[in-house]
């Protein structure tokens, strides 16, 4: 799975992907449900039985606070204990701030906004699978000759 490198290793970007794949796909089976409780915003708006309260889930809460620090440049701080806990769980000799942590940090975070577009539509009863498992290559563990397959090389390609 490692590619060899001038300085080291370099983790490709489909195996980065594959990786950030299988942590996305056991968090939905885990099935987070606390990303879909319903909360009041606070807002109210007119219905034809009068006014009623706007609820949204937390997950498209979350999204919210993950779209601002992604615009800062803040968006490891949703990911690096999944990446760190990913790197030591694969072995991988990848540390913290090198190319390849900085491909997981990216592919890991677009795998978390998939996660909570999933939760928000599960919130109001679609419980369909995301449409990004399938652009994603399927998670291979480490492989002597680097091969895995590939569909996309960025799970923000395939984020919709």
């Given at each position: 799975m490692l590619a060899a490198a001038k300085d080291g290793f370099r983790l490709k970007p489909?195996?980065?992907a594959?990786?950030?794949r299988r942590w996305l796909e056991q968090r939905?089976?885990?099935g987070n449900s606390h990303l879909t409780e319903l909360v009041d915003t606070g807002d109210v708006h007119e219905t034809q039985d009068g006014p009623e309260a706007v609820r949204e889930s937390r997950a498209a809460q979350e999204l919210s606070y993950m779209q601002e620090d992604h615009e800062r440049g803040r968006a490891e701080r949703w990911v690096t204990d999944d990446v760190d806990h990913a790197i030591?769980?694969?072995g991988l000799p990848i540390k913290e701030g090198d190319e390849s942590y900085?491909?997981?940090v990216?592919?890991?975070f677009w795998a978390a906004v998939a996660l909570r577009q999933a939760m928000n539509a599960r919130a109001f009863g679609d419980y369909r699978q995301p449409k990004q498992l399938e652009k994603l290559p399927d998670y291979k563990p480490v492989l002597a000759n680097g091969n895995s397959a590939a569909k996309v090389h960025?799970?923000?390609d395939a984020v919709v």
């Amino acid at each position: 799975m490692l590619a060899a490198a001038k300085d080291g290793f370099r983790l490709k970007p489909e195996q980065a992907a594959g990786l950030a794949r299988r942590w996305l796909e056991q968090r939905l089976e885990e099935g987070n449900s606390h990303l879909t409780e319903l909360v009041d915003t606070g807002d109210v708006h007119e219905t034809q039985d009068g006014p009623e309260a706007v609820r949204e889930s937390r997950a498209a809460q979350e999204l919210s606070y993950m779209q601002e620090d992604h615009e800062r440049g803040r968006a490891e701080r949703w990911v690096t204990d999944d990446v760190d806990h990913a790197i030591r769980e694969e072995g991988l000799p990848i540390k913290e701030g090198d190319e390849s942590y900085r491909l997981l940090v990216d592919q890991f975070f677009w795998a978390a906004v998939a996660l909570r577009q999933a939760m928000n539509a599960r919130a109001f009863g679609d419980y369909r699978q995301p449409k990004q498992l399938e652009k994603l290559p399927d998670y291979k563990p480490v492989l002597a000759n680097g091969n895995s397959a590939a569909k996309v090389h960025r799970l923000s390609d395939a984020v919709v």
